[in-house]
């Protein structure tokens, strides 16, 4: 079949790693909707490898943000669909594909595609999917499920997750095998999502003494902040992966992983997606907007109760006051349930 048969749905979503992950369930209701379009997510080149883990069947087009997606087909694409944004930007990228609709929200006071308002203070998947059921679309914000890499796709909810339960006194016996594998994450986008590393390398000690193996994560420029973690945290056993794996090892490492310590990062949304139990540290935006909206009793959100810009070049004053004992108490309850019989 040539590239301009058939109908063309397109959708834009030139986000990051978290996005990606918390829009699979509005990707989903769009496939089921429309089997019989081509359809085509416009995002970084990256997004094909995720697509392929999530179960999804789209062809991902790169696209920078705010850009319309590249083209070059005799015919517009019946359908765009804006999960990038509010607008307008966004909304003028698609609509210069001259689409023969157009799917966003509302611009008040402007004139643009009829669609409902922005939705205000919901998670960010009812976002998205409260905008397709506007459009007579059937999408489950729930439905996030990823299938275990190298299993086939499955959007059925799987039995619970268990996590490896760390030595009682906090000590592995020599010679012992580790009792499941940590990661650490302790990089963000911005610094007022960024724990201090000396209490990530508390962290990483305590795990590392109680059995587990600890990975330490990031992207290649993260890794100084990883390698910091991991000095600080001597002498514990530690393998700095920060650098070293593609956003598709990265996902493989969390499904195979038994705990997730992270900051409000995309990490935290690959948790959710594979079911890994997980401790997440919120600092200026509150989890009821980007927290794990399935929870299973395998995921605790640390977060003062306060908001502040989510951008700031400064660590956030209610990130700043959640301890690493705090931390640790998180872990072993979490470690409790996720051993608990389901």
């Given amino acids: 079949m040539g590239e301009d048969a058939g109908p063309a749905l397109v959708a834009l979503r030139a986000l990051g790693l978290g996005d990606f992950v918390t829009a699979v369930p509005a990707l989903r209701g769009l496939e089921r909707a429309f089997p019989d379009h081509r359809r085509i997510l416009a995002g970084p080149a990256w997004y094909r490898e995720l697509a392929d883990l999530a179960g999804l069947s789209w062809q991902v087009r790169p696209t920078e943000p705010l850009r319309t997606p590249p083209?070059?087909?005799?015919?517009p694409p019946a359908l765009a669909v804006n999960l990038h944004g509010r607008g307008p930007q966004?909304?003028?990228?698609?609509a210069a594909l001259?689409?023969?609709?157009l799917w966003a929200h509302a611009l008040p006071g402007e004139s643009g595609p009829t669609g409902p308002a922005w939705p205000g203070r919901v998670h960010d998947t009812e976002i998205w999917c409260g905008l397709l059921r506007a459009h007579g679309v059937t999408a489950d914000p729930d439905d996030l499920w990823w299938p275990t890499p190298g299993d086939e796709p499955s959007v059925t909810a799987p039995?619970?997750?268990r996590a490896a339960a760390p030595h009682p006194d906090g000590t592995a016996p020599a010679g012992t095998a580790p009792a499941g594998t940590a990661i650490v994450h302790p990089g963000a986008s911005a610094a007022s999502r960024r724990w201090p590393a000396e209490r990530f390398a508390?962290?990483?000690r305590h795990l590392s003494d109680s059995g587990?193996?600890?990975?330490v994560t990031g992207s290649r420029d993260e890794r100084p902040l990883?390698?910091?973690v991991a000095r600080s945290a001597a002498p514990a056993r530690v393998s700095v992966l920060a650098g070293r794996t593609g956003v598709g090892a990265l996902a493989r490492l969390v499904a195979e992983s038994d705990l997730v310590v992270c900051g409000d990062t995309g990490v935290a949304h690959l948790a959710t997606a594979y079911r890994t139990p997980s401790i997440r540290l919120f600092g200026p935006v509150s989890p009821a907007l980007w927290g794990p909206r399935v929870d299973g009793g395998i995921h605790a959100c640390l977060w003062s109760g306060t908001e502040s810009d989510p951008h700031a070049p400064v660590l956030d004053p209610g990130l700043a006051s959640i301890t690493a004992d705090d931390v640790l108490s998180a872990c072993a309850q979490?470690?409790?349930r996720a051993d608990a019989p389901a």
């Fill in 202 to 204: 508390t962290v990483v």
């Fill in 212 to 215: 587990m193996r600890v990975l």
């Fill in 71 to 75: 083209w070059g087909e005799a015919r």
């Fill in 98 to 101: 001259a689409p023969r609709r």
């Fill in 226 to 228: 990883a390698e910091r």
């Fill in 90 to 94: 966004s909304t003028a990228a698609l």
């Fill in 159 to 161: 039995p619970r997750r």
């Fill in 334 to 336: 979490v470690v409790s």
